[in-house]
């Protein structure tokens, strides 16, 4: 095994990344290797379809296949070793389906099919044990005595990103939207890895357009999201309990938290969300329904303890999933791309079962004391109060954005960002999205202009939506992005930051502070690269860096 993918992989002196029995995250060995395998087997269905499309054929369930294969393998999704065999498995069907589509396109059009090589040639066995003797031919780094450590950290970032890419789609393409301009786009990451390309400015210009692909998955998942539920509307959130039998869904998938609603409905069943599932309250065909009761507890890193104490079922319904404790393992279910083994799995959206095991567990006794947070400013909200925005600007009531967001995580570096929002000054708005506003997003920040100083803009794969906000501002100032008086400050975990970081960089946005670290899979020459080109920073003192972001704009 070999992982260093998130942020938390294992740090020593010796080097960085994840080895030996079982990662940090919990993800084992067995696991982790089948996983790099399953990766290495969709190289393959790559480079087959990447040459189809370009004879004009295209095979959209092997594209979708991708798009949740990619999915099971990021951090804390899924767990479960005997899933990976299965989907390899199904992966080299589905490889055979693809060489067969583009050695018929290619004969059609008068050509000689090529003879395809590495994972397009790789013949996984069908038996965890002959798959595990074969881990080494799919590892991340099994190439690194050839390519070099620059090359293997850039082929490392695609890899990743376009993890990121896949789940973005994966979620847009469960409510309906899909985009054969990301279809192709990931054919093409895929088929770039599998040729074991090795020129670093090569690779970091498949990196931007890797980039370039996740803001039309960002834009078709906002579509999809607001296609199906109504875009969101400020709201207040309640974030203590009611009594009653509850429900707590978590994760970032609304359809299948749609899909629970329904099943609970007119039941006494109250719903409740969790971590990335928070922003769900703001969607009006979601919050439409009474039992969508609220919020309950913060960030992923906390589950363990919130979900022992919770008194009803779980539902997981992406990442971030950590290993399910005694005290919960029998009343928590996964859903979708998500797994661990011996855990419920719902595979097909009907999560009756939770209703009922919802009425079987004792639910809250009483009402805790009320208390709510407001939620909910989408681009079209802030959007809709763009000329008092600007007037605030123009008058100086406003000097400055940040934009505060991302993952959270258990590194104790992560105070770094509650220290920001807290000390920004009173004259600066704090725009915020992913589970990191968990830090902070019950502090009372005040108000500017009748404005609220905290914007909360949804979650993580809400980042397309403060990209919208960013450019309309500039286009009303008659500036570009970089000029606009905002700022972003930037917390990673996994592999969607790496995909959000990878569309920032492309659209030329400069000065992203990134922490608490920096990515393990970057050399230092990379980092240098990142620096130079991007004016990307790590994070470092918080007031120092509130006073540096307020200079530079001055
Ligand atoms: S996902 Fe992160 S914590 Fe888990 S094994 Fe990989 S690097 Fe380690
Ligand atoms: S924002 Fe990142 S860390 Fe937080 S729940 Fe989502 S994937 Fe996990």
């Given at each position: 095994m070999f992982c260093y993918q998130c942020e938390q992989t294992y740090r020593s002196d010796e080097g960085a990344g994840c080895a030996g029995?079982?990662?940090?995250?919990?993800?084992d060995a067995t696991t982790a290797d089948l996983q790099d395998i399953l990766l290495y087997v969709c190289e393959g269905v790559g480079q087959y379809l990447h040459r189809a499309r370009q004879l004009g054929a295209t095979d959209i369930e092997a594209d979708r296949f991708i798009l949740f294969a990619f999915f099971t393998t990021l951090t804390n999704v899924n767990f479960n070793a005997a899933k990976f065999v299965e989907l390899i498995q199904q992966a080299s069907q589905i490889r055979e389906r693809a060489k067969a589509l583009y050695e018929d396109a290619a004969r059609a059009a008068g050509k000689t099919p090529e003879t395809l090589s590495g994972p397009a040639a790789f013949a996984p066995t069908d038996d965890m044990a002959g798959l595990l003797a074969q881990a080494s031919e799919a590892a991340?780094?099994?190439?690194a005595a050839i390519l070099g450590e620059d090359a293997v950290g850039a082929r490392a970032l695609i890899l990743y990103g376009l993890k990121g890419v896949c789940a973005y789609a994966h979620h847009a393409r469960v409510l309906g939207e899909e985009r054969d301009a990301i279809y192709s786009a990931v054919e093409n990451a895929l088929d770039m890895l599998a040729r074991e390309e090795r020129n670093v400015a090569t690779l970091l210009d498949e990196a931007l357009a890797l980039g370039r692909a996740n803001f039309l998955a960002m834009e078709a998942l906002d579509a999809a999201n607001t296609g199906a539920f109504g875009a969101p509307t400020p709201t207040n959130v309640r974030v203590t309990p009611i009594k009653g039998k509850a429900i707590l869904v978590s994760g970032h998938d609304l359809k299948d938290l749609h899909a629970i609603l329904e099943a609970t409905k007119d039941k006494g069943i109250n719903v409740y969300t969790h971590g990335e599932m928070l922003p769900a309250h703001s969607y009006p065909k979601l919050k439409a329904y009474p039992h969508l009761a609220g919020n309950y507890g913060g960030a992923w890193q906390d589950q363990q303890k919130e979900f022992a104490e919770f008194p009803g079922p779980i539902v997981m319904t992406?990442?971030?999933?950590?290993e399910p404790q005694p005290r919960y393992r029998g009343r928590i279910f996964t859903a979708g791309p998500v797994g661990w083994t011996g855990v419920r799995h719902i595979a097909d959206e009907n999560f009756s079962i939770v209703a009922q095991a919802a009425q079987a567990l004792p639910g809250f006794t009483e009402d805790a004391p009320e208390q709510t947070i407001t939620i909910g400013f989408g681009r079209d909200t802030v959007l809709g109060v763009a000329d008092k925005v600007i007037d605030a600007v123009k008058s100086g009531a406003i000097r400055h954005f940040f934009l505060v967001g991302g993952c959270d995580g258990a590194a104790p570096g992560r105070n770094y960002y509650s220290d920001f929002a807290d000390e920004a000054p009173e004259d600066t708005v704090i725009l915020t999205l992913g589970c990191g506003k968990y830090r902070f997003n019950k502090h009372d920040f005040g108000t500017i202009g009748g404005l609220p100083r905290l914007l909360d803009m949804g979650q993580c794969n809400d980042a397309y939506s403060a990209l919208v906000v960013a450019t309309k501002l500039a286009e009303a100032f008659g500036v570009g992005v970089n000029e606009l008086p905002l700022s972003l400050i930037v917390s990673w975990f996994e592999q969607k930051a790496a995909a959000v970081l990878l569309t920032l960089l492309a659209l030329g946005v400069r000065n992203v502070r990134i922490g608490p670290t920096l990515p393990a899979f970057l050399t230092p020459a990379l980092v240098d690269v990142l620096i130079e080109k991007f004016g990307v920073q790590p994070v470092g003192d918080a007031k120092a860096d509130i006073a540096a972001s307020l200079a530079r704009a001055a």
């Amino acid at each position: 095994m070999f992982c260093y993918q998130c942020e938390q992989t294992y740090r020593s002196d010796e080097g960085a990344g994840c080895a030996g029995a079982k990662g940090m995250c919990g993800k084992d060995a067995t696991t982790a290797d089948l996983q790099d395998i399953l990766l290495y087997v969709c190289e393959g269905v790559g480079q087959y379809l990447h040459r189809a499309r370009q004879l004009g054929a295209t095979d959209i369930e092997a594209d979708r296949f991708i798009l949740f294969a990619f999915f099971t393998t990021l951090t804390n999704v899924n767990f479960n070793a005997a899933k990976f065999v299965e989907l390899i498995q199904q992966a080299s069907q589905i490889r055979e389906r693809a060489k067969a589509l583009y050695e018929d396109a290619a004969r059609a059009a008068g050509k000689t099919p090529e003879t395809l090589s590495g994972p397009a040639a790789f013949a996984p066995t069908d038996d965890m044990a002959g798959l595990l003797a074969q881990a080494s031919e799919a590892a991340v780094r099994k190439d690194a005595a050839i390519l070099g450590e620059d090359a293997v950290g850039a082929r490392a970032l695609i890899l990743y990103g376009l993890k990121g890419v896949c789940a973005y789609a994966h979620h847009a393409r469960v409510l309906g939207e899909e985009r054969d301009a990301i279809y192709s786009a990931v054919e093409n990451a895929l088929d770039m890895l599998a040729r074991e390309e090795r020129n670093v400015a090569t690779l970091l210009d498949e990196a931007l357009a890797l980039g370039r692909a996740n803001f039309l998955a960002m834009e078709a998942l906002d579509a999809a999201n607001t296609g199906a539920f109504g875009a969101p509307t400020p709201t207040n959130v309640r974030v203590t309990p009611i009594k009653g039998k509850a429900i707590l869904v978590s994760g970032h998938d609304l359809k299948d938290l749609h899909a629970i609603l329904e099943a609970t409905k007119d039941k006494g069943i109250n719903v409740y969300t969790h971590g990335e599932m928070l922003p769900a309250h703001s969607y009006p065909k979601l919050k439409a329904y009474p039992h969508l009761a609220g919020n309950y507890g913060g960030a992923w890193q906390d589950q363990q303890k919130e979900f022992a104490e919770f008194p009803g079922p779980i539902v997981m319904t992406s990442n971030c999933l950590i290993e399910p404790q005694p005290r919960y393992r029998g009343r928590i279910f996964t859903a979708g791309p998500v797994g661990w083994t011996g855990v419920r799995h719902i595979a097909d959206e009907n999560f009756s079962i939770v209703a009922q095991a919802a009425q079987a567990l004792p639910g809250f006794t009483e009402d805790a004391p009320e208390q709510t947070i407001t939620i909910g400013f989408g681009r079209d909200t802030v959007l809709g109060v763009a000329d008092k925005v600007i007037d605030a600007v123009k008058s100086g009531a406003i000097r400055h954005f940040f934009l505060v967001g991302g993952c959270d995580g258990a590194a104790p570096g992560r105070n770094y960002y509650s220290d920001f929002a807290d000390e920004a000054p009173e004259d600066t708005v704090i725009l915020t999205l992913g589970c990191g506003k968990y830090r902070f997003n019950k502090h009372d920040f005040g108000t500017i202009g009748g404005l609220p100083r905290l914007l909360d803009m949804g979650q993580c794969n809400d980042a397309y939506s403060a990209l919208v906000v960013a450019t309309k501002l500039a286009e009303a100032f008659g500036v570009g992005v970089n000029e606009l008086p905002l700022s972003l400050i930037v917390s990673w975990f996994e592999q969607k930051a790496a995909a959000v970081l990878l569309t920032l960089l492309a659209l030329g946005v400069r000065n992203v502070r990134i922490g608490p670290t920096l990515p393990a899979f970057l050399t230092p020459a990379l980092v240098d690269v990142l620096i130079e080109k991007f004016g990307v920073q790590p994070v470092g003192d918080a007031k120092a860096d509130i006073a540096a972001s307020l200079a530079r704009a001055a």
